[in-house]
């Protein structure tokens, strides 16, 4: 293993293909170390430079033969330095051998490294990838407000985009504290995009609530929230395989903020955008905000309905997956809170399955089915 292509799915390096293999199924066999053999062939050593073999007393008690350990022949006066004074380049000298065939010294290969090594350990960019000029790897994403601040031409614009977002959606009011309000805090957190070949494609800002600071009854009440098993995803996809069906994938943006919020609360307004001389206000937060405790709980409530708007059922085994007959056209659908893949009859059945679901929230056309949570 090498690495990780995004968070879940593991990088692995074939040594005999020389090819790097994305995959979720890996198994660590702990314990006893293994170590591979080399298929480097044997060296052949004449009679000056032949090893002594070994005559180990316990061995040769055991009944163990020792193969005797190959020994680097002795250099000859006619062979090249191995590390030259001069930086240019040299030009090694041939030897003859007792055979009288001339025998030419190699120079020492110069070590390799992964291009993919490059990308994932130090972050310095390669020739075959400029992402990196605009990016950050994993291990240098920002965990503060201020830390990003390090890289204002990186972080910042995502940020503004995400607060755009949140004002377009009405999620906050700006009001003054009430005396006993309990006012929670909140905090920008950071992450790259990745495509479906791990490739990080853009960076993204979010502002969450930090909702352990919540008091439960207080606050919030219901968190508990369902996705849809692994299970089901996959029997769906064997099914629209098996019927030859078309699918499709759509994600919702801003999904959360789709889910009213049942209970007062107030935050504090996010560093770096709070309203210039209204400073000691704090936002009252209307809508339901990443990080919350109900989160996830009220998201799902709002996805249930709307399902059960458009004339969707719901499975018996399992809630996250919906199927509906409209006009001779079925549909079948699973969603993994906002990421909603689906499989259809008809091509005309996937369009109006889309259109329906766009007129409930804003989504994302991915297409084509290639890669969805992680797979």
Known sequence: MIGYFGRGTYKLWDRASGTTIKTHDVIFEQGKGYHTISDAPTPVFDDETAPAPSHDANAMSAGIVIPPKPLAPCPHTTDPPLHPEST????????????????????????????????????????????????????????????????????????????????????????????????????????NKYDANGNIIRCKARLVAKGYTQIPGHDYDQTYASVVHLESFRIVTALAAALNLHIWQVDI????????????????????????????????????????????????????????????????????????????????????????????????????????????????DVGDLGYILGI
Request: aromatic residues 10%.
């Open 88 to 191: 240019t380049s040299v030009t090694p000298n041939v030897a003859s051998t007792s055979q009288g065939k001339p025998l030419t010294a190699q120079p020492p290969a110069a070590p390799r490294r992964s291009a993919c090594l490059a990308i994932l350990g130090t972050g310095v960019p390669t020739l075959d990838t400029t992402v990196l000029l605009t990016t950050l790897p994993d291990s240098q994403i920002p965990h503060s407000y201020w830390e990003a601040m390090t890289w204002p031409d990186l972080w910042r614009p995502p940020m503004e985009m995400e607060w755009e977002v949140l004002k377009e959606r009405g999620v906050f009011e700006l009001v003054d504290a009430p005396p006993d309000a309990h006012v929670i805090d909140s905090m920008w957190v950071y992450a």
């Open 253 to 364: 943006v801003a999904a959360f903020l789709y889910s009213t919020n049942k209970f007062t609360m107030y935050m504090c307004q996010p560093p770096g955008f709070a309203v210039r001389g209204e400073e000691d206000k704090v936002l009252r937060v209307v809508k339901t905000l990443y990080g919350m405790m109900q989160g996830g709980y009220d998201f799902q409530s709002e996805m249930s309905g709307a399902y059960e708007l458009l004339g969707y059922y719901k499975s018996l085994a399992d809630p996250c997956v919906h199927s509906c007959l409209i006009q001779n056209k079925h549909t079948i659908t699973s969603t993994y809170t906002d990421d909603i893949f689906g499989a259809s009859t008809t091509k005309e059945g996937v369009e109006k399955a889309k259109e329906e679901i766009e007129a409930c929230f804003e989504i994302k």
